[in-house]
């Protein structure tokens, strides 16, 4: 008869306290190798918690672990977390006294739970949690201006003397007192001196070195070249922006004010619209402020009636190049301004006893706006028919309109005319003629296709 071998036990977790789980979970017969597999299985899933804790301890650079670390670890372990412990109040665990009945369970520890009096709780002062750390965002400055909001220092008061009137005599009021005339002249000069720091000195600096770089316009071309290309890339030139505008527009008028302009005019409008465009094109500007103040530079340019003979096309074709590029960047943020735009160039177009350098100027920016300007301004607006009716002499001109309603042609791999004896084709030219004119309608009735996509845009746009 062989003996039976006694289990031994190994590991930290008992299988006498599975077997106690299993007790309270009304499961009281489970044999010793379930117990025993059960066990080996929660020592495992301990050891494997432990570690993770470790990690999160010595990443933390502690010697203790405390319950944050397992927390994490039950985390990372997809386990749900426990309750009722935190690492800012340690539980404290008291030793039960021995069961008489079950002098074999060996040392049972548990939490006390404190008892709270409710008199006390009710007397003491009620504390108010404060709130949570947390963050927003305001702006420091807006164009140079601290907006006045709680979150920002107060603004330093200006002391501001208050009006007071002089007393009358006899229905005629006396002179100011000297001590008032000096305090107004004090707070003129402070005011001065206030603008006069608004620019830091480097800035002042570079305003005067880009400036002498620029213009006269034939000193040097490498530096003309570079200033322009700062002006197109640096950041940091925000607070220049309102006086590189001013700028422009003072040159602009200097340059239009007399009739008859010379070529140094002419070099000069150029480097300022150039100017203009490189503004434009540096994406670190907010330049939505000062429209307003960009576009009549841009618009006199390109509508002056008499610019110098070498420069009136370049400097037509730059101005309108640059008023498209203002009004596709911003166009969408105020959608009356291309409106208001056509209609001032319609006006100039169509006006009568408008020169040729302003119809010009009129048609290139209508191109420049876009497909439906030119089919506003040129087809539906007349202004093909009036330029071929009071310009039909000037080559220039005709040859600028014939440009703009190409914009409207659609590419076709053949060309076939119009035939004035075909019913249909006599149709078409006549409202050719209507529309366009004389002198256009035999232009474009040389391209069936031409003449038929004008006629049938139109006809799509009308009511």
């Not at 899933?45 to 650079?61: S, T, Y």
């Not at 707070?187 to 005067?208: A, C």
């Not at 530079?297 to 009136?312: D, E, K, M, N």
């Amino acid at each position: 008869m062989s003996k039976s071998r006694p289990s031994v036990q190994t590991g930290v977790y008992k299988a006498d306290s599975i077997k106690d789980v299993a007790d309270s979970l009304n499961l009281p017969h489970i044999s010793d190798a379930v117990a025993s597999a059960l066990a080996s299985d929660v020592e495992y899933r301990i050891h494997q918690v432990i570690e993770e804790a470790a990690r999160f301890m010595r990443h933390g650079r502690r010697t203790i672990m405390t319950t944050s670390d397992i927390e994490q670890a039950l985390r990372v372990l997809n386990i749900e977390p426990l309750y009722g412990h935190s690492s800012h109040n340690p539980p404290t665990f008291k030793r039960a006294l021995p069961f008489p009945t079950a002098p074999a369970a060996g040392p049972v520890y548990f939490v006390e739970d404190e008892e709270i009096d409710f008199d006390r709780v009710l007397r003491e002062e009620k504390i108010t949690l404060p709130k949570g750390v947390s963050w927003t965002a305001h702006w420091l400055a807006v164009e140079g201006v601290q907006p006045l909001i709680p979150e920002n220092p107060p603004a330093i008061p200006k002391e501001v003397a208050p009006d007071v009137k002089p007393p009358l005599t006899n229905g005629i009021s006396s002179a100011p007192p000297l001590a008032a005339t000096k305090k107004q002249e004090q707070q003129l000069q402070q005011q001065q001196q206030l603008v006069k720091q608004v620019l830091s000195r480097e800035l002042q600096l570079y305003y005067t070195r880009l400036t002498s770089s620029l213009l006269p316009p034939g000193s040097d071309l490498t530096k003309r070249d570079a200033a322009l290309a700062s002006l197109r890339s640096d950041a940091g030139l925000q607070a220049l922006l309102p006086y590189l505008i001013k700028w422009v527009g003072d040159g602009v008028v200097r340059g239009l004010k007399d009739g008859g302009m010379s070529e140094m005019d002419g070099k000069v409008l150029e480097v300022l619209i150039s100017v203009t465009g490189a503004l434009l094109a540096n994406t670190t500007l907010f330049v939505e402020p000062y429209l307003h103040q960009m576009l009549p530079p841009i618009l006199s340019t390109l509508l002056h009636s008499s610019l110098p003979p070498t420069h009136a096309t370049l400097l037509r074709t730059s101005a309108a190049q640059t008023l498209s590029r203002l009004l596709t960047e911003h166009s969408t943020t105020y959608p009356s301004l291309a409106p208001r735009i056509m209609k001032t160039l319609l006006l100039a177009l169509i006006s009568p006893g408008k020169s040729s350098g302003t119809r010009h100027g009129a048609i290139r920016g209508l191109v420049g706006i876009g497909k439906e300007a030119v089919r506003k301004g040129l087809v539906e607006g007349g202004g093909a028919r009036v330029v071929g009716s009071e310009y039909s002499d000037d080559a220039s001109l005709v040859a600028a309109v014939m440009d703009a309603l190409r914009v409207l042609r659609v590419p076709a791999d053949m060309v076939d005319s119009l035939d004035a004896s075909d019913p249909a084709d006599a149709s078409t030219i006549s409202e050719l003629r209507s529309l366009l004119g004389d002198v256009f309608a035999e232009r474009i009735a040389e391209d069936g296709v031409w003449a038929r996509t004008i006629l049938g845009t139109a006809a799509t746009s009308r009511p």
